[in-house]
């Protein structure tokens, strides 16, 4: 199927914001908002099939008695945002569909004035999947994709007064989207992430990034947009040093490509000992030194390169000692959120003795990578390309394309990342090799520093001695190796002697491993679900692991158990994954020490 792209589908991003936070430019609007349920999409569509012209998005209120209005949003549910509705509202727990958010925005003649010197901005860190919107009753953007930022330009439409922002989102799973049909995490709907208005300059700095190429050098570029940007010029400055000044900015985005000596004050980032450096980019006039706008961020400077199967941070051989993790908060089995979600998640990492986390499966919130960044952990980001993706569908090549866009473009100042994953177990097949080449392709034209993956889902062949030859380990950069050896297949016994290699001369991460167990449940190693038989997997598969000499780490699935529909065992699983190295509540089990002791062991 394919159909031309809806015109308001946004592909702007505002990066940096950060750096407008700290300077005051940026207005939250978390908090609590109204919501309305929809699973019929009335709000949008009337019974002709065509645009409801009094839908939800107008925010009507009767006028005179006897004037129909069939909602209110002043009346309805409150909900918290930044949150999934799911958890929220005990009702809410399953459900899959539409739903309005409306918030107030009490513009005063101060704030109006700064609005209409420049530009404003609505930002949005993540709504899951489908987003519409509206502004006073208008249509402004279309978003689609659960888990990347996006922002919706509203310059010249915040008057003194108050504003009516209207949000439609939508998780109707379907075939066509990015998860699919079927994954195994909850299907969390709402705007699950932060929700900001942004002030810039009429002229100011949409994109800005700065980062260590293999070779030692930087690299980077930066975007422009608005009426003046013929005329002005970036500096660029790391520390106090002036690094690149950057012209041509009404041309799109421009390279910023310091001398090679740039860099070679500057300490480096490594991980476990994170040293971070203000970059700031200043757009100014040239001729009057007139500074228009300015944009700051802080970055580490590292490299990262394979050679053959092995990997080098600042070129000295690097093991990841790694954990899976799902982007839901420490407790409560809800959507993570912000920085003390982050700070908890990342503490368990560290107490696990962990140099690396794999954000799986979908872009996580900026927060992770971010605080990544301050503590030197190494990360990996991924797409939400899962189970049954529609290979074959443009507009689905077309969505991929967008988030890989969103996940670069956000983390290609951040350190920690190392690692672009463009997809997990993906069936073979011509569709699926192209599909994820363009991904990959992309991922390396918008940020040719980094590596790139996928995690394949491999089943053992030639038991013990697997040979992983999935056409896709000729594209990626390092291979992800998902197997489940003494939980969904192979004796446990027979885990230590086997070997894993593959016909690509790369270097392999065992990106998922592990077994079920319910925290508190006990008995012998040979009974399923207790954490004796989870630990005596983890038992084999490290003294496995140990042994295979293509392999550069882990990341064993998953750190904490996690909410999914397909989990039903009643007394055991209750609606979770219980692969988890603590409960939903954070309590340990004992593989999670088996794995702290292991990774404290290794050089
Ligand atoms: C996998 C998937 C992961 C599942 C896990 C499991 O291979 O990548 O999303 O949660 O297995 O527990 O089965």
Redesign the pocket.
């Known amino acids: 199927m394919t159909t031309d792209p809806d015109p308001l589908l946004t592909d702007l991003l505002l990066t940096n914001l950060q750096s407008r936070r700290d300077d005051d430019h940026v207005v939250s609007l978390d908090g609590t908002w109204k919501l309305i349920l929809d699973p019929y999409d009335s709000g949008l569509i009337n019974i002709l099939g065509e645009r409801n012209k009094t839908g939800y998005f107008r925010d009507f209120k009767p006028r005179h008695q006897g004037d129909r209005v069939e909602y209110d949003f002043d009346t309805s549910t409150d909900i918290e945002v930044p949150g999934d509705w799911n958890t929220q509202h005990p009702e809410l727990l399953y459900y899959e569909g539409t739903a309005w958010y409306r918030r107030l925005i009490e513009v005063d003649d101060d704030h109006a004035a700064r609005a209409s010197a420049g530009r404003s901005f609505v930002h949005f860190g993540a709504a899951n999947h489908t987003t519409r919107v509206f502004l006073d009753g208008e249509e402004l953007a279309l978003h689609e994709g659960g888990f990347g930022p996006f922002t919706v330009e509203v310059t010249g439409r915040l008057s003194a007064g108050t504003h009516s922002l209207v949000v439609m989102v939508n998780n109707r799973r379907e075939p066509d989207r990015i998860p699919a049909m079927r994954?195994?995490?909850w299907n969390f709907g709402g705007i699950h992430r932060s929700v900001e208005l942004v002030h810039t300059p009429a002229t100011s700095i949409i994109d800005a990034w700065l980062t260590m190429a293999p070779d030692g050098c930087l690299t980077g570029g930066v975007t422009v947009d608005g009426p003046e940007a013929w005329a002005l010029e970036v500096r660029v400055s790391l520390g106090d040093e002036v690094i690149a000044d950057v012209a041509n900015l009404a041309d799109g985005e421009q390279p910023i490509d310091p001398p090679s000596s740039a860099a070679l004050g500057f300490e480096r980032w490594a991980p476990g000992a994170p040293v971070l450096h203000r970059a700031t980019w200043t757009l100014h006039n040239p001729d009057t030194g007139a500074v228009v706008d300015e944009v700051h961020d802080d970055i580490g400077l590292r490299t990262v390169r394979v050679d053959g199967t092995t990997l080098y941070i600042n070129d000295v051989e690097t093991y990841l000692n790694g954990i899976s993790i799902h982007g839901e908060g420490p407790s409560g089995g809800s959507r993570a959120a912000g920085e003390a979600d982050a700070s908890e998640l990342l503490d368990w990492a560290e107490a696990l003795n962990a140099n690396f986390v794999r954000l799986?499966?979908y872009q996580h919130d900026e927060a992770m990578v971010r605080e990544a960044d301050r503590r030197g952990l190494l990360a990996w980001g991924e797409l939400p390309v899962?189970w049954g993706i529609d290979f074959e569908n443009p507009a689905t090549i077309a969505n991929a394309r967008r988030q890989a866009d969103e996940l670069v473009v956000r983390d290609r100042n951040r350190a920690s990342m190392i690692l672009w994953s463009a997809a997990?177990?993906t069936l073979p097949g011509d569709g699926r090799n192209s599909f994820i080449t363009t991904i990959i392709e992309r991922f390396r034209a918008l940020d040719p520093t980094r590596l790139t993956t996928a995690?394949l889902?491999t089943l053992p062949t030639n038991s013990p001695n697997t040979l992983i030859d999935d056409p896709l380990g000729e594209v990626v950069d390092v291979i992800g190796v998902?197997e489940?050896l003494g939980w969904?297949y192979g004796d446990r016994e027979a885990i230590p002697e086997t070997t894993w290699s593959s016909t690509f001369n790369k270097p392999l991460v065992f990106s998922?491993l592990?077994a079920?167990a319910k925290f508190g449940h006990h008995g012998s190693d040979d009974e399923i679900w207790t954490e004796e038989f989870q630990a005596a997997v983890y038992r084999a598969q490290l003294e496995m692991i140990n042994r295979q000499s293509e392999c550069i780490g882990l990341s064993p699935?998953?750190l904490k158990d996690f909410r999914?529909p397909m989990r039903v065992l009643p007394g055991i699983q209750d609606g979770y994954?219980r692969?988890g190295l603590v409960s939903e509540e954070g309590e340990r089990k004992l593989a999670f020490e088996l794995l702290a002791d292991w990774y404290k062991e290794q050089p």
Do not use: M, Q, R, V
Request: glycine share 10%.
């Open positions: 994954s195994d995490w799986a499966h899962y997990n177990e995690a889902l998902n489940y969904y998922e592990g079920g699935w998953i999914t994954n692969k």
